[in-house]
């Protein structure tokens, strides 16, 4: 009888050459979202773990790992986008996320890179993560532009910092489902269009990094598409397209249905794409010859020729299923900084043009002498006093400053009560603005209305 023994003088090698754990870790509302998904949609063979601040997004998660992090800093309330915060409190809980690094050869982190909480423990497991000797890989998504400028430049700075840490970095954007019917009828299907997205990028780089199959990928593949850069000279550089259907279906109707996926549909993308990945999926009756068939078919059907690479693997799971994801890559820098550059230029002209407002403002100074509506209201105040004319005339200087003075002091008063306003906890967040008013102060502050006491 032979007997067989994992022990054998190749053993650490094949471990090193083979891996096969893969951890999936959602951090904030957005990664908890994007687990879900990959929970409701099929059973997952990888661990998957949701970390967050906010209490009530870890109880409404499905995903059985969950992790409230900041009790006795924030109470279950989250971080409210004060960053300095979340990242006291990945250091206070150290030993409690220690866990969601350790035995694991990939991990895989989902975010929102204009969160706090999600930016600041990405920072936090990326550094214990490569000291436990496993490789990371962050997918982020960039806000949708009119969640305001200042959500928009602390994603893009959060993008390069973890582009400098992390082994490779997707980062989408929600601005690519802003035409999109589902987000133009109700904002919240867009958030949940790419959770969903999301998680099936996700399933194919799990799938990419560890199974083995018909075809076999490895985690350079995606690290020479999405690896790192020197910053933030590329800010999108993932698209995604998904199709699930029948092994009996047609072929032609599948790469279609693929490449109607709200991401692709913009011509302007694919100017943009110069390398993808395919990963198929489906049970022990996908052969070799259907998947090489559906890659031929999409090339066909593809606006632009470029080079793909394939990933096919066996899933008991899928049930006489198929799944084919597509991973669209733009890996040249320079193209991005060429087409970046010219628009800060743009910007900064018209700031530039603010200067000559000098001349405006002297010659608003020469207008104000000339028409002079001083007499008017002189003329009007003695208009008031009609029974005593001597009186009226010597009101300028005594009586009529005397009675003006208690309704400069009423009004003083009225304005007092409201000005520097405390904000307490979220002083060192960003203000919300929205088409040029502070949506965090009162109304009555931003319209400038006069409140009577």
């Known amino acids: 009888m032979i007997e067989f023994t994992e022990d054998g003088p190749f053993a650490e090698k094949a471990d090193q050459l083979f891996p096969g754990r893969v951890r ?175 998680a099936q990028a996700t399933r194919a780089l799990a799938q990419i990094v560890c199974k083995r199959g018909l075809i076999q990928l490895s985690f350079a593949d995606v690290r020479s598409l999405y690896g790192r850069y020197a910053g933030s000279e590329v800010l999108e550089n993932c698209w995604i397209a998904h199709v699930e259907g029948d092994l009996n279906d047609c072929i032609e109707d599948l790469i279609a249905e693929l490449l109607e996926s709200p991401l692709v549909t913009d011509e302007a993308v694919w100017k943009r794409i110069d390398h993808a990945i395919v990963a198929v999926s ?20 593809l606006p632009v020729n470029i080079p793909i690479a394939t990933s096919a693997s066996l899933d008991e799971d899928n049930n006489n299923k198929v799944r084919m994801t597509v991973l669209l890559a733009m890996t040249a ?67 009529a400053s005397s009675s003006t003075r208690p309704r400069r002091f009423i009004a003083k008063q009225e304005e007092m009560q409201f000005e520097a306003p405390t904000r307490g906890r979220f002083e060192k967040t960003h203000e919300t603005m929205y088409r040029g008013e502070n949506l965090d102060q009162p109304t009555f502050r931003r319209r400038g209305l006069k409140i009577k006491v």
């Open 24 to 198: 999936i870790v959602g951090l904030g509302h957005t990664g908890a979202a994007t687990c879900d998904q990959i929970v409701l949609h099929g059973p997952a063979s990888q661990d998957l773990w949701v970390l967050d601040t906010d209490q009530q997004v870890i109880e409404s998660s499905v995903v059985p790992n969950r992790l409230l992090l900041g009790g006795k800093l924030v109470h279950g309330l989250g971080c409210n986008g004060d960053t300095a915060l979340a990242r006291e409190i990945a250091v206070l809980e150290k030993n409690r996320l220690a866990p969601a690094t350790r035995g694991c050869d990939f991990l895989i982190l989902i975010l929102g890179l204009a969160g706090s909480t999600g930016v600041a423990l990405a920072e936090h497991l990326i550094e214990q993560a490569h000291e436990a000797g496993a490789k990371v890989i962050v997918a982020g998504v960039l806000p949708f532009a009119f969640e305001g400028s200042s959500r928009r430049q602390k994603a893009v700075e959060a993008m390069a910092d973890l582009r400098r840490d992390a082994d490779s970095v997707l980062v989408l954007s929600h601005d690519q489902l802003a035409e999109n019917p589902a987000t133009v009828k109700n904002i919240r299907h867009g958030f949940h269009l790419m959770h969903q997205l999301l």
């Open 282 to 301: 489906g049970t022990r009756d996908l052969g070799l010859s259907e998947v090489q068939e559906m890659v031929s078919a999409l090339k066909d059907r």
């Open 333 to 399: 820098p320079a193209r991005e900084a060429v087409e970046t550059q010219p628009a800060p230029a743009k910007k900064s002209k018209p700031v530039s043009q603010t200067a000559p407002m000098p001349a405006l403002k002297a010659e608003e100074i020469v207008e104000l002498p000339a028409t002079q509506p001083l007499p008017s209201p002189v003329k009007a105040r003695p208009a008031q006093p009609a029974s005593e004319p001597t009186k009226s005339k010597a009101a300028p200087a005594g009586p």
